[in-house]
């Protein structure tokens, strides 16, 4: 009985739709998912015979359980790796800020960690073993909410720079691809957009995390965000929130290079089919956050040090200068540029210097890269396929 009535709907389709292959195609679809796996091999003829490919439809692929090769319709669901051509760019934009909000949020206090075992000279009473032991008295002596300090102002920072990132990135990946190695992905393509993409982020980025940092130390002086924003800009002047851009381009361009490259090359062997998978987007980007974050933990130390210019380790430098050095250079009073910072560190820390903090970071880094791509790759999934479902809404009311 159920045959027969699928026959006769397929009858009243077809007569409906008429010489429109549009309407047609639509029917089919729509009654293959009705009808499911109970007709399966009826429902994979007909459709095959019936249901035309439709021009025009190249920015969304079909994911249907029940698809074939040659059963690619526009009521069927997008295919994730077809989202970013289907994407729009406020979609990208909206996925890269809520992903750094909260990478940034829930990673913080780790953050602060870091930033205080990266000092050159702490203070005896901020010298910590570890990642846990640093966390422990920091909450004993200075109060729970010390390793939050800063945090407003890194999520009013994170939101734009990481709008700017993912937006310039999916759009630069898929030009430069195309370009590269049309139809594939290229590693090239992926590290060159990653570069590009840092470029925006870093610019956004930048004011924030001197205040952060400077927040985030031992014994900090300021008593809020307005504060320690109004003390650097009147002792210092504007160019001081942007004394460490240089520095922090150059660890983040080889930093985000080598973090997107691994993270495409990890997703083609724990995700071939290119499928939202939240668990293979975790584990590379985990992956891939550690790798660069290690490699790049030398220059991280540099540019913590222009940031915060930590006060005991510019005394340190006049104090070790003679008296001719003193009076014809002058005493330092700020640390300025990627090179008198490497000379800085090495002189107060040796070559073991310039990996302060290493463990932190790579600590801080591995779950913050799982969670920003995560979050990212879950939202840029579910605002498309929200946009392609409203889409193919009003497709099927005006055909009605």
Known sequence: MEADGFVRRRRMTAETAGNDPGVAGASAGAEVRWLGGRFWVVSESIVGSLTPRIGGETELQTVDLIR??????????????????????????????????????????????????????????????????????????????????????????????????????????????????????????????????????????????????????????????????????????????????????????????????????????LNPQRQYNPSSHMLSGALAGAIAAAATTPLDVCKTLLNTQESVTISSLSSSQGPGQSQSQGAHRQISGLAHAFRTVYRLGGLQGFFRGV????????????????????????????????????QMEAET
Not at 359 to 383: C, D, H, N
């Open 68 to 269: 074939t090769a040659q059963d690619q319709t526009e009521d069927s669901e997008p295919d994730y790796e077809g989202l970013p051509q289907g994407a729009s760019t406020s979609t990208h934009m909206l996925a890269g800020a809520v992903a750094g909000i909260m990478e940034h949020c829930l990673m913080f206090p780790i953050d602060c960690v870091k930033t205080r075992m990266q000092s050159l000279q702490p203070d005896p009473a901020a010298r910590y073993k570890n990642v846990m032991d640093a966390l422990r008295r920091i909450i004993a002596t200075e109060g729970v909410w010390r390793p939050m300090r800063g945090l407003n102002v890194t999520a009013v920072g994170a939101g734009p720079a990481h709008a700017l990132y993912f937006a310039s990135y999916e759009k630069l990946k898929k030009t430069l691809s195309d370009v590269i190695h049309p139809g594939a992905n290229s590693h090239l393509a992926n590290g060159a957009a990653g570069c590009v993409a840092t470029l925006l982020h870093d610019a956004a980025m930048n004011p924030a995390e001197v205040v952060k940092q400077r927040m985030q130390m031992y014994n900090s002086p300021y008593r809020g965000v307005l504060d320690c924003i109004r003390a650097v800009w009147q002792r210092e002047g504007a160019a001081a929130f942007y004394r460490s851009y240089t520095t922090q381009l150059t660890m983040n361009v080889p930093f985000q290079a080598l973090h997107f490259m691994t993270y495409e090359y990890l997703q083609e062997l």
């Open 359 to 394: 463990q932190a970071r790579v600590i801080y880094q591995m779950p913050s890269t799982a969670i920003s791509w995560s979050v990212y790759e879950f939202f840029k999934y579910g605002l498309t396929k929200h946009q392609h479902n409203k889409r193919r809404s009003q």
